[in-house]
């Protein structure tokens, strides 16, 4: 039987046939993929690329995730994410990170500075300590322990935006920075397993100290390998009040789809912020049986898929019209 034969029955008869509620195999999908998937926020092509190639050689979802997310956090182009992220308030590149698989492990960085891939500092976190997340200077020494090398990550490009800003020094979220905020990145393997990766500069010029709802397990990011996974941007600290990620995967298990369970935790932030008319909030998801979506508050939301090597980029539906 060929690998691809025994990904879908594993994936639809197998397994999931178990573990999953049959709702959940009724449910509508508008999307269905029959082999392994990779979907990640924004525009990011080439961290599609390099975890759609961690995939096809065989290895595991987790890999695929860290592999991926890594492309952008060593992009000094990219403004939100690693290297080249948008300082702090006070001129500090200070990143969150977090990584979840199949088993339900995670690890967690949050407020690292000076090292470019948090989310393999993450990643040792989660198979290397009893803990799930190290914050600040411990962080930072558990990675220099770990042969992580010390780097300033405040580029020129990024300084200068630093310097434009401190002319006002007003802080206001801006709605689809760029196009290219945080990366959260789920993968499906070609066993049928799942795992995810989030890995963010964070709100650009926010408190020294501010961390947001990438690195929080549930707000950020959550997969839970019988259900599906879901990962979240834009406006972290409106995520995290609704536990975003946690909400959308618990709503798939209750059988609606990954668009459909994207829009309800949207609809729940309306719902418990006054004004969430002034920030963005974007989800995106991926469940067990292949099928996948999004869904943003405002327009402008962007989402990666890869089915086949080369990826496609989406528009995400969005709540507000204007
Ligand atoms: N969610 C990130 C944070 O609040 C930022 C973003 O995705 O734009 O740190």
């Not at 650009?204 to 709802?213: E, Q």
Request: aromatic letters at 6%; hydrophobic letters at 40%; glycine letters at 10%.
């Amino acid at each position: 039987m060929s690998s691809r034969r025994k990904f879908i029955e594993k994936v639809l008869g197998g397994t999931i046939g178990l573990t999953v509620a049959p709702a959940l195999l009724r449910a509508k999908s508008g999307k269905n993929a029959e082999g392994p998937v990779v979907i990640s926020t924004w525009n990011n092509v080439n961290a599609n690329r390099a975890a759609w190639a961690a995939l096809a050689s065989g290895k595991p979802a987790l890999d695929a995730v860290e592999e991926g997310v890594k492309t952008v956090e060593a992009d000094p182009k990219d403004m939100s994410v690693g290297y080249g992220g948008r300082p702090d308030r006070d001129g500090h590149v200070t990143l969150d990170a977090s990584i979840m698989n199949a088993a339900g492990d995670c690890g967690s960085v949050c407020f690292l500075q000076d090292i470019k891939h948090p989310i393999s500092v993450a990643r040792k976190v989660m198979e290397d300590t009893p803990h799930v997340m190290l914050a600040g200077a411990g962080a930072r020494q558990f990675a220099l322990e770990n042969g992580f090398q010390e780097e300033n990550l405040l580029t020129p490009e990024a300084e200068k935006a630093w310097k434009v800003w401190q002319k006002e020094a007003k802080y206001k979220p801006i709605i689809n920075i760029e196009n290219h905020d945080t990366i959260g990145m789920l993968a499906m393997d070609q066993q049928g397993d799942l795992s995810g990766a989030c890995t963010t500069s964070g709100l650009a010029f926010k408190m020294h100290g501010r961390v947001g709802d990438s690195p929080i397990i549930g707000a950020g990011l959550f997969v839970d390998n019988e259900v599906g996974g879901a990962v979240a941007t834009g406006m972290g600290e409106a995520i995290v009040k609704v536990c975003g990620s946690f909400l959308v995967v618990e709503l798939m298990r209750q059988g609606r789809t990954a668009e459909e369970a994207c829009r309800a935790a949207v609809e729940r932030v309306v719902k418990k912020q006054k004004n969430y008319e002034e920030f963005q909030v974007c989800f995106l998801a991926l469940r067990k049986d292949g099928t996948y979506g999004g869904y943003a508050l405002h327009k402008g939301f962007t989402y990666a898929i890869s089915t086949e090597p080369e990826p496609k980029i989406t528009k995400s539906s969005f709540y507000l019209s204007r």
